[in-house]
Structures are given as structure tokens and as C-alpha cells.
């Protein structure tokens, strides 16, 4: 899927997705973290795996996407896996906000059909609710899209009907139409 294309990893902690879009023959890809210590991660795990570097930026991902180095049509895969943003049930109105507004962001950079991996981890946020902000976040940036793939955790997680929020991870693929 990363042949030729030119991905932006954002919250990308150690690589994997990055090293994963190098080994697909990914042109160009930007890894961008807050943590020093993970981007530092980031370019050994390049370097043990033989794939060049690629670009690695350490910086507060909102700041990065408000930039101007980056601008409409600098990509064509944008993987957006943040951290928990509702840690509890009083963050989840916030939470969504920033999805909403992350996601508006990336949908803004992509080139037509290009793709967003959008994931939340937050078991307080429901996937009818991320998936609404990803609607919310599209409208934002003027974008038609269609969800290609909803996917969650593995099986092996706990899936309780007495614990809803223990299907905290959920990720929608949307191409941009």
C-alpha cells in the first residue's frame, strides 16, 4: 500500500508503522514525536532494519500539523495513532474535540485517495462516537471520504459486556475521495 507514496507518522513512538511504509517502498516518510527518547528509537530501529532513515521529527504533533512546512497534498498515507486522550469519564467531551480536531488536520494534508489511519485508544470514547468525529473532521476540511476498514484489538483483549471500555482500541481506513 506505501509503494511510491509518501506517509506521515504521526505519534510514531518507536517506528513501527514507519519501518512497515519503508518496507512497502514508501518515497518519502516523516516520523513525528514529542519524545526525544522515542524518536531516538525510531532511527535505530531504521538502522537495525537496513531502511535508510527517513525523516525524523521530534515536536508536539498539533504544532506540527499547524505549521508551514507541511501543507494540502504533502501525502498520501497519514497514520494518526495517538494516546489515550479520555483517560477518564470527564475527558470524553474533550477527547473528542481533539480528535476532531487531529483528524480535520490530516484529512486537510492528504492528496485525493489518500488514506487516514485514524485510531483512538480511549475506552471512554465509543466507536459510534469516534466515528461520528471523523465525520465532524471531515466536513472541517472539506473532504468526501469513505471508510475502507474498521478494525479493533485483537481477540486475545477482554471483551466483557459488563466492561465496555475494555474495547478501547478502534481504528477506521478512510480514503479521501
Not at 514529542?34 to 508536539?60: I, Q, Y
Not at 497519514?78 to 467531551?93: H, L
Amino acid at each position: 500500500m506505501s509503494n511510491g507514496k509518501k506517509v506521515l507518522n504521526l505519534f510514531c513512538y518507536t517506528g513501527a508503522f514507519s519501518l512497515y511504509a519503508a518496507k512497502g517502498g514508501a518515497e518519502k516518510i516523516v516520523s513525528v514525536d514529542t519524545s526525544k527518547t522515542a524518536t531516538e528509537l525510531v532511527k535505530k530501529n531504521f538502522e537495525l532494519n537496513k531502511l535508510g532513515s527517513g525523516e525524523v521529527v521530534v515536536a508536539d504533533v498539533f504544532d506540527f500539523l499547524s505549521t508551514e512546512k507541511i501543507k494540502a497534498g504533502d501525502f498520501d498515507i497519514i497514520v494518526c495513532d495517538p494516546p489515550a486522550f479520555a483517560k477518564s469519564g470527564g475527558n470524553v467531551q474533550k477527547a473528542l474535540k481533539a480528535y476532531m480536531d487531529l483528524n480535520r488536520k490530516c484529512l486537510a494534508l492528504l492528496k485525493k485517495d489518500g488514506v487516514l489511519f485514524s485510531s483512538s485508544c480511549s475506552g471512554r470514547v465509543s466507536i459510534d462516537d469516534f466515528r461520528n468525529t471523523l465525520k465532524i473532521a471531515a466536513g472541517g476540511a472539506k473532504k468526501d471520504v469513505q471508510v475502507i476498514s474498521t478494525i479493533g484489538q485483537a481477540v486475545d483483549h477482554t471483551d466483557k459486556l459488563s466492561f465496555p471500555e475494555g474495547r478501547y482500541l478502534k481504528t477506521l481506513v478512510l480514503q479521501v475521495l
